[in-house]
């Protein structure tokens, strides 16, 4: 048994790695046709375009390794129910369970190392993707600053700080705003909610400070305040790309330091455990791939095994996404909208593993 292990196990890493190879190189391409025009236009050296697309690779990979893993998985089967192997197996007392456990496990050892790899590598590449981005393909003309729920932006005199933004609503949350002259700030508002309208931010539930030379203070309630600040909703977008790219852990710390503040955390929730859950659906595509190879008999080439791999890959990845913009919502529990995908894909492909036994 240790040696079918295995052969199996060389046979599909040998394939896994020429699917990997094949899907990076794919988006590689992707990514240098769409981002090579913007490097010429800021005229970037060598290294900066190289170091960019280094680190682009720890990205790529986490991303396919579900549709290697099919593919691979496919293929694998395919080739021993091309050479009759797997019927000689099957004939000889070994069940298809047993010669799918190896699969099954190198799949659970790659979801770990792709879990630890999200937590440790991926934060640091994305980091240094955008530190290019923002120095060298984008010019941060007034100043805006995204470091977890404190988001800090200048514009001319006026310097704002939000603790939250809300991609949901599209508003801004625990809102000070000072207005400086020189060092020195002439007022200071201080606002529940703010949200983009034609004339500009509008502050609700502010309260305005007036600083005067003379050290005196007046505080002025208004129910609203618009400010015709040029802070868009695209340049907000960072804020969700920020928290985009957290790993696990990081994600549970900043939703912990959300609740304190008495804010809403359940799309965040739902992120964090989509975190947890998305590595580990090369498990469920081993699960998936191994009936559709064996079903298709002789029949199973590349060609075939790319396009069952891609079919199935987009079901899940599609049906995923819509649960878990689900739990973002509060229409399912985050913990059940982030595994819910997974939960069942998998048992589709043990109730079809089933049936081939019978």
């Not at 988006?27 to 680190?55: C, H, P, Q, W």
């Not at 009936?291 to 899940?316: E, T």
Request: charged share 20%; proline share 3%; with cysteine.
């Amino acid at each position: 048994m240790r040696i079918l292990t295995r052969a199996i196990l060389a046979l599909f890493f040998r394939l896994l790695g020429l699917c990997l190879g094949a899907f990076s190189l794919i988006f590689l391409v992707i990514e240098f046709l769409d981002k090579m025009r913007r490097f010429s236009r800021v005229n970037a050296d060598a290294a900066t375009i190289g170091f960019y697309f280094l680190n682009k690779i720890p990205e790529i990979i986490s991303q396919v390794i579900p549709f290697g893993v099919l593919l691979a998985t496919i293929l694998t089967l395919g080739i021993l129910v091309r050479n009759n192997e797997l019927t000689a197996l099957r004939s000889g007392g070994i069940s298809l369970h047993a010669i799918g456990r190896p699969l099954l496990a190198a799949a659970l050892l790659l979801s770990v190392l792709t879990f630890i790899s999200n937590e440790l590598l991926l934060p640091v590449t994305v980091r240094n993707i955008r530190d290019i981005e923002e120095t060298k393909l984008k010019k941060n003309e007034y100043g805006a600053v995204f470091r977890q729920h404190n988001i800090w932006y200048r514009d001319g005199s006026l310097v704002m700080r939000a603790e939250l933004f809300d991609p949901g609503t599209k508003n801004l949350k625990g809102i000070t705003l000072w207005n400086k002259k020189g060092h020195l700030p002439q007022t200071r508002t201080e606002a529940e909610a703010g949200s983009l309208t034609t004339g500009g931010w509008q502050f609700s539930g502010a309260r305005v400070w007036t600083f005067h030379d003379d050290a005196q203070v007046e505080v002025s309630p208004a129910a609203t305040v618009v400010i015709p600040l040029r802070l868009t909703l695209e340049d907000l977008k960072k804020v969700t790309d920020y928290t985009s790219n957290m790993g696990f852990f990081e994600l549970r710390r900043y939703a912990r330091e959300l609740k304190k503040g008495g804010y809403d955390v359940t799309r965040y929730l739902a992120d964090m455990h989509a975190r947890a859950a998305l590595p580990f659906s090369a498990c469920v595509m081993v699960l998936l791939g191994m009936p559709y190879a064996v079903r298709s008999g002789r029949s199973v080439s590349a060609a075939l095994g790319i396009g069952q791999s891609l079919g199935i890959g987009f079901a899940y990845f599609v049906i995923n996404a819509l649960l878990i913009s689900l739990g973002h919502n509060g229409l399912l529990p985050p913990l059940v909208a982030a595994w819910a995908a997974n939960s069942i894909f998998a048992l589709v492909g043990i109730w079809l593993m089933l049936t081939l036994e019978q």
